[in-house]
C-alpha cells in the first residue's frame, strides 16, 4: 500500500476529473476552454480549505505541457522565487502555484510581478482568505481570473468517494470493504463540503472498522466517532469567520430565525465568544434600535449572563436574546441619521455654534455673548414635557434633516412626536 495519504493519491490528474466547482472549471466555462485550447492564464483561487484550489492547480499543470512548481509562502522565500524565475531562463515559461499566496509579505509579491507581467511565469495563487483584503493590488490586477471556490455539494463528495473506493491504482480499490451507500452518504455529510477531509474520514474509517478475514467491516458507531464535529471550520481571525458573524447579522436582520440560530451554532462552536457577544450588541442597536428600545438591554443582559456562565451553557442566553432580535419590529433610522451627521461633519460642513448654546457657566460668559438661552422645562406642553422654539444648528445648517423616522415597532410612537414637534416648529416661525 503507498504511504501517501488518501486525499493526495486521489487528487485529479487532468481538469477532466475534478470534483466539483463545475462553474468555475466545468467543461462549459472559458478557464476549461481556454486550458484544453493550451492558454493558461494567471489566476487567484479562492475558497476555505479543501474545495478544490490545489486540486484545479495541479489538474490544469497536468493537462498542459508547461513546466509546473508548487511552492507554500508559509515555508518559501525569496531564495524559492529566484529559482523559479531561474527555470524560466532554462524553460521559457512555468506555471508557478503559489499556495496561500496572502502569506507573502508585499515586497515578496511585488518580486513576482515583472515576471508575471512578461508571461515568464504563470501565476496560481491560492489563498482561504479573501484575496481583495490580503493580496497586493498589483497581483490582482495582473491575474486575469480570480475565481471563488465554494463546498463541494454532498453528490459531489459522493462521488468523490466511490471513485476513491474503486480505484484500484490510487484508491482502495484493491481492498476488500463492506460498506453501504447509506454510509458513504453519512460521511459526505461529515465531510461538510471538503473534499480532502472526506477522503481522510474514508481512510480513517476504513483502518479504523473490524477486520473479518480479508474484508473491512465498516460500523455506523465509527463514522459517527470520527465525524463528530466535522462541520466546524472557521479561523477566528480568517474571512471565514467574518463571513459567519456577517451571515448571523443578515439573518437576525431579515427575521430568519432558523437561519440566525445556525449561524450562531456555527459561531459557538468555534468558541469564540467574545466575537459573538459584541456583534450581537451591535445589531441591537444597529437593527432594531428605536423600533424596540428595550431589546438593548435585553441583549446586554444576555451577553453579561453568557460571559459569567461561559460555553456551553452560554449558550441558552444567546438563544434568547437571538430569537427576540429576528422576532422584532425593526428600525436603523437613528445610527443613519448620525452617519450622515458624521458626513457632514468630516466633509467640512459645519457652522458657528449659536451663541445661545455656548456654555455660559463661568465668569465673562455674558461679556462674550453667550446669552439667550431658553430652557425648555420652564415651558411645559401637554404630556410631553417642556419645549420652547429656538434654533439649535448652526445658522449655515437650518434646517438640515438628518432623522427619518420609521414607522415600525416603539418608533411609530416616537415619529408620532417627532412629527408634532416639527410642527410646532413651523407654527413659531
Known amino acids: 500500500m503507498n504511504g501517501e495519504p488518501l486525499a493526495f493519491r486521489m487528487r485529479p490528474k487532468t481538469i477532466d476529473e475534478v470534483v466539483g466547482q463545475k462553474d468555475i472549471i466545468g467543461e462549459k466555462t472559458s478557464l476549461y476552454k481556454m486550458i484544453k485550447n493550451g492558454y493558461v492564464p494567471s489566476m487567484l483561487l479562492y475558497g476555505e480549505p479543501g474545495v478544490g484550489k490545489t486540486s484545479i492547480a495541479f489538474a490544469i499543470a497536468g493537462t498542459t505541457s508547461i513546466p509546473f512548481i508548487a511552492l507554500n509562502a508559509t515555508t518559501a522565500g525569496k531564495k524559492d522565487v529566484e529559482a523559479v524565475v531561474e527555470e524560466t531562463r532554462l524553460t521559457g515559461k512555468v506555471i508557478l502555484f503559489l499556495d496561500e499566496i496572502h502569506r507573502f509579505n508585499k515586497a515578496q509579491q511585488d518580486y513576482l510581478l515583472p515576471h508575471v507581467e512578461r508571461g515568464d511565469i504563470i501565476l496560481i495563487g491560492a489563498t482561504t482568505e479573501n484575496p481583495f483584503h490580503d493580496v497586493n493590488p498589483a497581483i490582482r490586477s495582473r491575474c486575469g481570473q480570480i475565481k471563488q471556490l465554494t463546498r463541494l455539494t454532498v453528490d459531489d463528495i459522493e462521488l468523490l468517494l466511490q471513485r476513491a473506493l474503486k480505484d484500484e491504482k490510487n484508491g482502495l480499490g484493491m481492498m476488500s470493504i463492506q460498506i453501504s ?26 483502518y479504523s472498522s473490524t477486520k473479518e478475514g480479508d474484508t473491512y467491516i465498516v460500523e455506523d458507531s465509527i463514522i459517527n466517532d470520527l465525524t463528530g464535529n466535522a462541520g466546524v471550520y472557521g479561523d477566528k481571525k480568517g474571512t471565514h469567520f467574518y463571513n459567519l458573524l456577517s451571515s448571523l447579522q443578515k439573518s437576525i436582520r431579515g427575521s ?54 461561559g ?119
Not at 442597536?285 to 449572563?305: Q, R
Not at 463661568?362 to 410631553?384: M, Q, R
Request: charged share 25%; proline share 4%.
Open 256 to 309: 430568519d430565525v432558523d437561519a440566525a440560530l445556525y449561524y450562531l451554532a456555527h459561531l459557538l462552536e468555534t468558541g469564540d465568544l467574545v466575537a459573538v457577544n459584541r456583534r450581537l450588541v451591535v445589531i441591537a442597536y444597529e437593527d432594531i434600535g428605536l423600533a424596540n428600545t428595550s431589546v438593548g438591554n435585553n441583549v446586554l443582559s444576555a451577553v453579561i449572563a453568557s460571559e459569567r456562565l
Open 311 to 429: 460555553l456551553p451553557e452560554a449558550r441558552i442566553p444567546l438563544s434568547v436574546a437571538v430569537v427576540e432580535m429576528c422576532l422584532s419590529s425593526k428600525s436603523n433610522s437613528a445610527y443613519k441619521a448620525l452617519d450622515m451627521a458624521i458626513t457632514d461633519v468630516r466633509t467640512g460642513k459645519v457652522g458657528e455654534i449659536p451663541m445661545h448654546l455656548r456654555d455660559g457657566h463661568y465668569a465673562g460668559s455674558k461679556v462674550l455673548g453667550h446669552v439667550g438661552y431658553k430652557y425648555p422645562h420652564d415651558h411645559p406642553i401637554g404630556t410631553f414635557g417642556g419645549w420652547v422654539q429656538q434654533e439649535y444648528l448652526p445658522s449655515n445648517l437650518k434646517g438640515t434633516k438628518y432623522y427619518e423616522p420609521t414607522e415600525a415597532g416603539e418608533e411609530k410612537r416616537l415619529s408620532a412626536i417627532y412629527y408634532k414637534l416639527e410642527q410646532f416648529k413651523k407654527n413659531n416661525q
Open 181 to 206: 451507500e447509506e454510509q458513504v452518504k453519512k460521511i459526505a455529510y461529515g465531510a461538510n463540503g471538503d473534499a480532502r477531509k472526506s477522503l481522510t474520514l474514508l481512510e480513517s474509517i476504513v
